[in-house]
Every structure is written in C-alpha cells, then in structure tokens.
C-alpha cells in the first residue's frame, strides 16, 4: 500500500466573473462574461491511497478570483476591479497512471469556497491619461438575503504531472448555481465563477 502524501501547492487562477439575467423579452437567461482576472492560489493537499491507482484528495487553499471590466464614458474611462478572497476546500478522487520517471494524474472532485472578503475597486480616467483622477472602494455583505454566500459549491476537473517531488497541476472549477444567495423569483438568474488554475507543487513523502 502507498504510504500517505502531503503536498505543497502555489499557484494562479484565471476567473471569469459570469452573470445571468433573465430577459422576460426573450423568456430565457442570457449569460454576461463580466470580466476575467488574475488571482493566487496557495495552500496544501493531502493524499491518502484507496486502491492502488487511486488515491483521494483533500487540500485547503488560500485563493483568490478576481475580474477586471473596462469601458468609456464621453470625458472619461473607467476601470472596474473585482476581487474576492477564499478559502478552498478542494475533495478529489485521483487516478494515478505512471509513464517512465513520470507520473501522470486525472482527478475529478468538488470544492467548497468559504468567502472570506469582497471588495469593488472602480478606478476613473480622464480621456488619454494614465493616472486615476479617482478611486472608489466598495466592499460587499456576506450571507443573508440576495448577498453574496459565504460557503458555495464548485465540480471540479484536473490533471498534472508529478517528476520526483515537483508536480504540474492544471484545474478548472465551475460554481454549481450561485454564489449569491439568490431570491425564489428570480427565474433562474445566477453569479458564477469559472475558474482555471496552474500550480506548482512539492511532494512531501514517499
């Protein structure tokens, strides 16, 4: 039996911050990619083997999504910044394939994010300068009514690459529903996260 793993893991996520609304024109939801960012991801993972190709994972992270949206007005233009702060609690089950001196991994799973902070940053331009002429914070309830959940679910897919003790992770994580907790009318409209995350990782164990 495979003795039981402890990994170290940082990283990027690439977020794409997506909306629904529904369109009593139409009489359906129409999707709105609001924008894409940049965040970290670091945290660990701990392995513990079923059988002998697969194994079950459970990490905890620190993790950030973000969004970026850009426009212009008539005199100015205007950046706007999204950013939320968690703590993922990813549950995969990993199947093991080894090729050479390496080992390749497929995984499937869920992941529960408990928000910890969300903020809005709105940045105003004057047309062909660089520097703001002003910036506005806002910063975003947490559980309750239409605010944003503070735990939500994500499915989960991912793969990577393990070389000795250095390991190359690609995931993606998609919000199941909403992550604000959304009224009984309204109709199917939702807030998602669609996240893809490249890490680094550094085996502890055998």
């Known amino acids: 039996m495979k003795a039981q793993q402890l990994t170290i893991k940082a990283g990027i996520n690439r977020s794409d911050y997506i909306m629904g609304f529904y369109s009593p024109v139409f009489e359906r939801v129409s999707k709105l990619n609001w924008g894409n960012g940049i965040g970290a991801k670091v945290g660990a993972e701990y392995s513990v083997p079923l059988l002998k190709f697969l194994d079950a994972d459970l990490g905890m992270f620190y993790a950030q999504r973000r969004a970026v949206m850009e426009g212009q007005m008539s005199a100015?233009?205007?950046?706007?910044?999204?950013?939320?702060?968690?703590?993922?609690?990813?549950?995969?089950?990993?199947?093991?394939?080894?090729?050479?001196?390496?080992?390749?991994?497929?995984?499937?799973?869920?992941?529960?994010?408990?928000?910890?902070?969300?903020?809005?940053?709105?940045?105003?331009?004057?047309?062909?300068?660089?520097?703001?002429?002003?910036?506005?914070?806002n910063q975003f309830s947490i559980g309750g009514p239409e605010n944003f959940k503070r735990v939500d679910l994500s499915s989960g897919l991912g793969a990577g690459v393990t070389?000795?003790?250095?390991?190359?992770?690609?995931?993606?994580?998609?919000?199941?529903?909403?992550i604000v907790n959304e009224p009984e009318n309204n109709n199917g409209s939702f807030i998602r996260w669609n996240?893809?995350?490249?890490?680094?990782?550094?085996?502890?164990?055998t």
């Not at 080894?98 to 994010?113: D, F, M, P, T, Y």
């Not at 996240?195 to 164990?205: E, F, K, Q, R, V």
């Open 76 to 137: 100015e233009s205007y950046e706007t910044r999204f950013t939320m702060q968690y703590i993922d609690i990813p549950l995969n089950l990993r199947l093991n394939l080894k090729k050479g001196n390496l080992k390749w991994h497929l995984r499937a799973g869920i992941l529960a994010g408990v928000l910890l902070h969300a903020q809005q940053k709105i940045l105003l331009f004057p047309l062909g300068i660089a520097e703001p002429k002003s910036v506005n914070y």
């Open 163 to 178: 070389w000795k003790k250095i390991s190359l992770n690609v995931d993606y994580n998609q919000t199941i529903g909403s």
């Open 195 to 205: 996240n893809w995350n490249i890490s680094l990782g550094y085996l502890i164990g």
